[in-house]
């Protein structure tokens, strides 16, 4: 039985990114808790990862660009057309694990708007579209997630570090938009949290990342899992007084 706090039965939830890694942990959450989720993804998703129990919720695969405007307005009529309402938006897709480590002194043109593209103006479209459906309805739960990254500046990794910051900043400006409909907008920042696309990144360094564990107050490896609670938390009625925040899950190497 879900908790009282935390029931998010009868609920429509948009997870983009989620075909894997930590979106692919945010849809099970959510399901767990009686959501029906719009899983999203540029690429693949198997929907067979996930658990869902009896049949009173929904898991439903759709794929769509972020980046892309027209893309993001069907997946949110697709949403509409299935589910009637759209509740919760975890803003999740963006360019990380592929990214390659570089100086800013060599850093092309083309790589920075290639991550802008997704991290960012994705966001914003997603952000934007989701919005304009709550404020018809009254009331939403908007999640955008950055990356802890922002807080401490992450050398060679300028492009994805700004990105994340531009997602934040969006945060706060759309939580004093919105708060007027209902609508609360927060941002969850991850710590670097091990999962199989890290392994194969260029965030994945052996010493490099085993000396950043040892930084965390609690020095531990995370996991997708870590970053479920706070997720639900935001999601659920448990925050409705909560907006503009970001809350930085990483096990206390950011203390701000």
Not at 55 to 82: F, H, N, Q, Y
Not at 87 to 98: C, G, T
Not at 136 to 152: D, E
């Amino acid at each position: 039985m879900a908790s009282d706090r935390f029931d998010l039965r009868d609920q429509v939830a948009v997870v983009t990114g989620a075909a894997r890694g930590l979106g692919a942990a945010y849809v099970q959450a959510l399901l767990d808790q009686g959501a029906h989720v719009v899983a999203v993804d540029i690429n693949p998703i198997d929907t067979a990862q996930w658990n869902v129990a009896g049949g009173d919720v929904a898991a439903v695969a759709m794929a769509a660009d972020v980046a892309d405007p027209r893309s993001v307005d069907e997946m949110v009529s697709s949403t509409l057309r299935k589910f009637a309402r759209l509740d919760i938006l975890v803003n999740n897709a963006s360019i990380a694990a592929d990214l390659k480590r570089q100086s800013l002194l060599v850093m092309e043109s083309a790589e920075w708007d290639r991550v802008m593209s997704v991290n960012a103006r994705g966001s914003f479209l997603c952000l934007q579209a989701a919005a304009r459906v709550m404020v018809k309805q009254g009331r939403g739960k908007i999640i955008n997630v950055a990356s802890g990254t922002f807080m401490s500046g992450e050398p060679r990794m300028l492009h994805y570090v700004a990105s994340k910051g531009a997602v934040i900043g969006m945060t706060r400006v759309a939580a004093r938009e919105l708060g007027e409909h209902g609508i609360t907008v927060n941002c969850l920042a991850p710590g670097l949290t091990m999962t199989d696309t890290l392994k194969q990144s260029a965030m994945f360094s052996g010493q490099a990342y085993e000396t950043r564990v040892r930084r965390r107050a609690i020095a531990r490896e995370a996991v997708p899992e870590d970053l479920c609670g706070a997720m639900l938390f935001l999601a659920s009625p448990a925050s409705d007084f909560i907006t503009g925040q970001t809350i930085v899950v990483d096990g206390g190497g950011a203390m701000l």
